[in-house]
């Protein structure tokens, strides 16, 4: 679950976040029209934020990767 591995990237001190809500589910655009397909249905229940900021160096990068692979390893 994305929220596992948040809460683990937090503890590395690592910033992550979910997705944002898709619009269509904002309370503002309920009477909105949709054209979905569920693609952000399902990005926002799956997906999460990294940090990417352009000042990342390679040495962040790695960092973050390496820990996200760390996470998953505990999972094999």
Not at 24 to 50: R, T
């Amino acid at each position: 679950h994305p929220v596992d591995l948040i809460n683990f990237l937090e503890i590395n001190n690592i910033e992550s976040r979910r997705v944002w809500c898709p619009m269509h589910v904002q309370p503002a655009f309920l009477s909105s029209s949709e054209y979905i397909k569920g693609i952000s249905d399902s990005l926002f229940q799956q997906g999460i934020c990294l940090p990417s900021g352009s000042n990342m160096k390679d040495k962040d990068i790695n960092r973050v990767v390496n820990k996200i692979k760390n996470f998953f390893d505990d999972f094999v």
